[in-house]
């Protein structure tokens, strides 16, 4: 069987600093908040906070869920990345849990870009451009850049 190289996940301290930041954010301030304000938006305990942080113990899927919605974050996706967390001991549940993570971002990825090539043009339908085109609009920007170089107060005087 071929392996196929799985994308690093992020882990429950990326998902509390992004919540850390986001709330920051929401309020206003410049720097990210600490971990007692994120327990107070969470309602449980700065200890909990910080175990999930060092790792001592993992998020519940209750508390998974609550995160996302404030993150904005698919659900499936993080409870995905908790349980590849969860599961150290066992390489083939970390492997599946990570399988179904990759499937939950290529979704939005593969629509990300179906959305960019619809905006594009056919390779029939562009535009032609020729050298001539490009090289007359460069002098006309470079005069009118001069013009207001020379003059900063005076209006541009390249009658335009």
Same mark, same amino acid.
């Given at each position: ?6 994308p %690093?996940?992020p882990?429950?301290r ?13 309020e ?9 304000h =994120?327990?107070?938006?969470? %309602?449980?305990?700065? &200890? &909990? =906070? ?9 998020? $519940?899927?209750e ?8 993150l ?6 993080? /409870?995905?990345? /908790?349980?590849?967390?969860?599961? %150290? ?5 970390r ?5 179904? &993570?990759?499937a939950?971002? &290529? ?7 179906? /959305? ?6 056919k ?9 001539? $085109?490009?090289?007359s ?6 005069k ?8 900063p107060?005076v209006?541009?005087l390249?009658?335009?």
């Amino acid at each position: 069987m071929q392996t196929i190289e799985l994308p %690093k996940l992020p882990r429950t301290r990326d998902f509390l600093n992004q919540l850390r930041r986001k709330i920051a954010d929401n309020e206003g301030l410049r720097r990210p908040v600490s971990d007692y304000h =994120v327990a107070q938006v969470l %309602k449980v305990s700065s &200890a &909990a =906070v910080s175990w999930w942080r060092t790792g001592r113990t993992g998020m $519940s899927d209750e508390m998974g869920l609550r995160v996302a919605a404030l993150l904005g974050v698919d659900e499936r996706y993080l /409870l995905a990345c /908790l349980n590849v967390e969860r599961n %150290k001991r066992n390489a083939a549940v970390r492997n599946a849990w990570q399988r179904i &993570a990759a499937a939950g971002l &290529a979704l939005p990825m593969l629509l990300m870009l179906l /959305l960019i090539l619809a905006g594009q043009p056919k390779t029939a339908e562009a535009e032609t451009v020729s050298y001539n $085109s490009i090289h007359s609009a460069q002098r006309r920007r470079r005069k009118r850049w001069h013009g207001a170089c020379l003059f900063p107060l005076v209006p541009q005087l390249t009658g335009e």
